[in-house]
């Protein structure tokens, strides 16, 4: 955070003069005090000192033997009291328990009780883990809010400030499978069974809570099931009792990915789970669908090799794409990969999953092909042009209709025409001085770049200048405003047959792909058919579960007992030898990659836009969310935080979509989240199309509240988005967010919920007019 002096001279923004994010003046707040009584913060200082005598960069140290965060696992399953309420150990006895109190042996009992609590303290507080991904969610039908708090999930019915998280009307607590205590954790090798990401999103017709633990185990529950539970045994208000023996809801999915698990993504339409681990891998569930007309059908022309079922490879593919049975589907990454924080799944022209977009921690992405067989995957490299140091952390793909139309380059990437930066020798559009633009930003923007490389580059050019010498062309040339016709050329539908691009088909009776043969079967050639592995029932009514790695069309024997973890690690490293891979510059232009579809993915503190349409700029924009240090005597001696520095926490690794607003919220474990919007215009800069690009609308928390100091200091461990609940007649136990029969009123207000390491929690109402007339007045 800068000093107020810093604050005071941040250069006023030009009006946009377009129709924005509109984000309500007032931030919700719930202190950690108005959650947990007094003293909680003194509490939680000492328990974040005591977490910092060995904290270091966690996630993509794997090398790590011991972990150096200080959690242990709380052995008894009970997690509620007497009276139903969550149990809440004080530092003093989460200490006890995890044998840390050596270093504190000078201390008599009184003393050491007055300094940590005992665990029936009012200033009790549930532990967070730090150094994951998401650890909240909001659902999209419910009032309901989850918090993972290690290995536990705290089901909340949000309300209004200041009272925005009640007492919990639930707590899950998944326990782990047999395998995850085969393959140990990560970040805590002595408590592994810990949440690392979550998410809500739609399996089907049904809403679901995903999961994802540091010893490779991933759980969901569906959300119905949750209400129907909290509507069977209510409390009185919130806080009084409940069923202690009660049962509990039970999990509909719980795997194990063998390895640290943390990227997650939901298909609806095609059902699917998709999970990246450290195992430099992606596994996809695949969940059985009723049997389709036609899904027997084999090509008249099959010259694909006889593989380890002892089928032919398209025989296999036809059998996998058909959905009679469950699939667990393996994707490898090549030698070259690295661990996977997040994934998203690529579309065919009917809606269908196609493809994972997986990146991993070097910024790579990688896309996996999931129903062909014996099809490589194809990276998308790192742009190095200017980069800091790189670290991938999030991505995202989107489709045209994600793009939100413009009338203006100004409009569209939130800068003027004259300050977006093409650095010599790139077609990347470098949109950093859109900074100086976003309104209520709490940073000083030329104070915050002189601690970055090429600082003067983007002061320079805002100020009327070109920071990249006289080979850089300096101006902008723009197309007329557009048309009817501009967008259906944006969207791919009219370009010249030179640049088009074919959709990948994935439909149940896909025709021979058009790739070369030695290229497409090239992975599985040479291999030894293993009559262990045979697929045997393809005609039994009732198929089982199996396992396939459609690289190498190999099918693991299901019968066959777990490896240890050495040696399941020998295996996996010795399989990600023999994957290929293929740039994507090096694909032919007609195949494989829709071109009306563009990767966001996100570092250390930069955003990059691709589009797989070639003739389209990238787009970057750096320094979104940076790190900034207090000043000296800025931070009051109970606002102590988790090593709070540049390394650990600048990683932009939170991202939300909200195809309702065209918004992307990012965030980052420094405190702050980015509103960006994305956008499509048939300007050109440079002599080349823009055709899709993002603009950021704002950064939260504003100026006027970093200045108040609404945010503490310490990590931001989770952020959640969600519809507000629907004004009508309220009934008690109503949980849904839209009941049967209420209309909404005027713009939809979402509610962005932002829960720091310290349990403080700020609340953002947000929304978008259906015209630039329309205002925001319903909150």
């Known amino acids: 955070m800068m000093n107020d002096v810093g604050m005071e001279t941040t250069q006023q923004p030009v009006e946009a003069g377009y129709e924005e994010v509109h984000v309500h003046p007032v931030c919700h707040v719930q202190t950690p005090e108005n959650r947990f009584g007094p003293g909680i913060r003194e509490s939680f200082a000492a328990h974040v000192n005591i977490l910092n005598m060995g904290a270091v960069d966690d996630f993509d140290d794997e090398d790590d033997e011991d972990s150096d965060e200080m959690d242990a696992e709380d052995e008894d399953d009970n997690d509620t009291d007497d009276d139903g309420e969550p149990v809440y150990l004080s530092l003093g006895a989460w200490l006890l328990g995890a044998g840390m109190t050596a270093g504190l042996s000078e201390l008599d009992g009184p003393a050491f009780s007055s300094l940590f609590g005992d665990a029936n303290a009012a200033n009790a507080f549930p532990q967070t883990s730090t150094g994951r991904c998401n650890l909240t969610a909001l659902s999209q039908r419910y009032n309901l809010y989850f918090a993972a708090y290690q290995d536990k999930i705290h089901v909340y019915q949000p309300q209004r400030a200041p009272r925005i998280l009640p007492p919990p009307c639930l707590v899950l607590h998944p326990g782990p499978t047999m395998l995850a205590r085969l393959y140990p954790g990560e970040l805590d090798r002595r408590f592994s069974h810990q949440i690392n990401n979550m998410i809500v999103g739609n399996l089907g017709n049904l809403e679901i809570v995903l999961f994802a633990f540091d010893d490779g185990d991933v759980g969901a529950y569906y959300t119905h099931t949750l209400v129907h539970w909290i509507k069977t045994f209510p409390k009185q208000d919130g806080t009084g009792p409940s069923p202690r023996h009660s049962p509990r809801p039970k999990m509909f999915f719980h795997e194990n990915v063998s390895l640290s698990a943390w990227g997650l993504a939901i298909h609806q339409q095609s059902c699917l789970i998709a999970v990246g681990s450290n195992r430099h891998e992606v596994t996809v569930f695949a969940f059985a669908l009723p049997r389709q007309e036609g899904v027997d059908a084999v090509d008249e022309k099959d010259e694909s090799p006889e593989i380890w079922t002892g089928q032919t490879a398209l025989q296999l593919q036809k059998h996998l794409q058909s959905r009679t049975r469950t699939w667990k589907i393996t994707l490898p990454l090549a030698t070259s990969g690295h661990n996977i924080p997040s994934l998203s799944f690529l579309d065919d022209e009917h809606g269908n999953a196609d493809k994972v977009a997986a990146i991993d921690i070097w910024g790579v992405v990688w896309l996996l092909d999931i129903w062909k067989i014996g099809t490589e995957p194809i990276t998308v490299p790192v742009t190095l042009d200017m980069n800091r140091y790189v670290r991938g952390w999030s991505v995202m793909v989107f489709p045209d209709s994600a793009f939100k139309p413009t009338k ?326 109503q949980l849904e967010l839209c009941p049967p029969g209420v209309t909404r009123r005027g713009p939809v207000v979402y509610r962005l919920i932002l829960h720091y390491a310290d349990h403080t929690i700020l609340m953002y109402d947000l929304a978008r007019g259906r015209d630039e007339e329309d205002e925001l007045v319903i909150f």
């Open 408 to 733: 203006s380059l100004r409009e569209a990437l939130g800068v003027p025409g004259k300050e977006i930066i093409l650095p010599p020798k790139s077609s990347l559009l470098d949109i950093t001085c859109g900074l100086y633009y976003v309104k209520d930003l709490a940073v000083n923007v030329n104070e915050m770049l002189r601690s970055r490389p090429y600082s003067n580059l983007y002061e320079r050019t805002h100020q009327g200048g070109f920071g990249f010498g006289k080979d850089t062309p300096s101006y902008v040339e723009e197309s007329n405003p557009p048309s009817s016709s501009d967008w259906e050329s944006v969207s791919g539908d009219s370009d010249s047959d030179e640049d088009s691009s074919l959709n990948p088909n994935m439909t149940v009776n896909s025709s021979v792909d058009s790739t070369p043969f030695d290229q497409r079967w090239g992975q599985i050639l040479g291999k030894t058919n293993s009559r262990s592995s045979q697929i045997k029932d393809f005609s039994d009514e009732v198929q089982l579960r199996r396992e396939i790695i459609p690289v190498f069309g190999e099918t693991p024997d299901p019968g066959k007992p777990p490896l240890l973890n050495t040696a399941y690690s020998r295996m996996c490293a010795e399989r990600q030898k023999k994957v290929g891979m293929t740039k994507v510059d090096d694909i032919e232009p007609h195949r494989e990659l829709p071109k009306d579809y563009c990767i966001m993915r996100t570092s250390a503190a930069d955003v990059e836009l691709v589009p797989f349409d070639r003739k389209a700029r990238r787009l970057t924009f750096k320094h979104i969310l940076t790190f900034l240090q207090p000043q000296p005597g800025q931070v009051p001696l109970h606002h102590a935080f988790h090593t709070y520095s540049q390394m650990r926490t600048e990683r932009v690794h939170l991202m939300l979509h909200v195809p309702e607003l065209f918004l992307v919220v990012l965030g980052s474990e420094v405190g702050r989240v980015a509103l960006v919007t994305l956008t499509k215009t048939s300007k050109s800069v440079y002599g080349a199309p823009v055709r899709r690009g993002f603009r950021v609308d704002c950064v939260l928390p504003r100026r006027a509240e970093e200045q108040k100091r609404m945010r503490p200091f310490c990590g931001l461990v989770g952020m959640a988005i969600s519809p507000e609940p629907a004004q009508g007649p309220k009934t008690k136990g």
